[in-house]
């Protein structure tokens, strides 16, 4: 069954408590990027991915860090997380520039206190 | 960057009415135009999409429309039914994995 996997789906943290919502993919992608959606604004991408070791930013990178180094693989790094990366995150991936479905995880539920 | 304006934010249609959902964007390079869904708590998935070199697609009651002079791409939904009930959002694309969406519509069909 293709998928995309998010861990954790849910999770209260700290203000400057490093955390890591790690997401892999089973259907050999190679476009994978991270969104946060949060009210009134619809979703807004974070970083994106077109293959291994490629990365490049969206729309509201800061305070975000991720890493390609396995195809399946597209962790999202908060290294130093705030009250206002309080939102509900996705992971998504896509097979190439002509498959057109993309493919959402269930979504993260991440609080920062 | 690519900015997309969706209007409006709320909608409320009779069931059996249909519903439009409107999209403007900004960046000209701009060629891929998707719509998602997205229930209560659920993930957005795709109900369809647009490429630039095309000005209308439709699946059974479902269509999309696109003016690329005047850079807008609409969304119908004819004989509107309860499932039809959800946030619906659009987004441009530059034909790399960038994508941008619209701040969404919350469609609710009466019965």
């Known amino acids: 069954e293709a998928q995309v996997t998010q861990n954790p789906r849910y999770l209260i943290t700290v203000t400057g408590k490093k955390l890591t919502v790690t997401c892999s993919q089973n259907?050999?992608?190679?476009?994978m990027s991270w969104y946060r959606q949060d009210p009134g604004l619809g979703l807004r991408q974070i970083y994106y991915?077109?293959?291994?070791?490629?990365?490049d930013k969206g729309d509201v990178p800061e305070g975000y860090k991720v890493s390609r180094k396995e195809k399946r693989n597209f962790p999202l790094i908060l290294e130093s997380p705030s009250p206002n990366q309080t939102s509900l995150y996705f992971c998504?991936?896509?097979?190439?520039?002509?498959?057109?479905?993309?493919?959402f995880g269930e979504g993260s539920w991440l609080t920062v206190v | 960057g690519e900015n997309v304006e969706q209007h409006p934010s709320t909608l409320s249609v009779q069931e059996g009415d249909s519903a439009v959902i409107k999209c403007t964007y900004s960046?000209?390079?701009?060629?891929?135009f998707p719509w998602y869904k997205q229930e209560l708590g659920k993930r957005p998935q795709l109900i369809i999409d647009?490429?630039?070199?095309?000005g209308e697609k439709k699946d059974q009651r479902i269509a999309v429309t696109l003016n690329k002079t005047a850079k807008h791409f609409s969304l119908h939904i004819t004989e509107t039914q309860p499932e039809d009930s959800a946030v619906y959002f659009c987004?441009?694309?530059?034909?790399?994995?960038?994508?941008?969406f619209g701040t969404g519509t919350r469609l609710t069909i009466i019965p």
């Open positions: 991915s077109m293959n291994v070791e490629v990365t």
């Open positions: 960046d000209s390079a701009s060629n891929y």
């Open positions: 998504a991936s896509r097979q190439s520039l002509s498959g057109n479905t993309i493919y």
């Open positions: 987004a441009a694309g530059d034909g790399n994995e960038k994508l941008t």
């Open positions: 647009i490429r630039s070199n095309v």
């Open positions: 259907m050999n992608h190679e476009y």
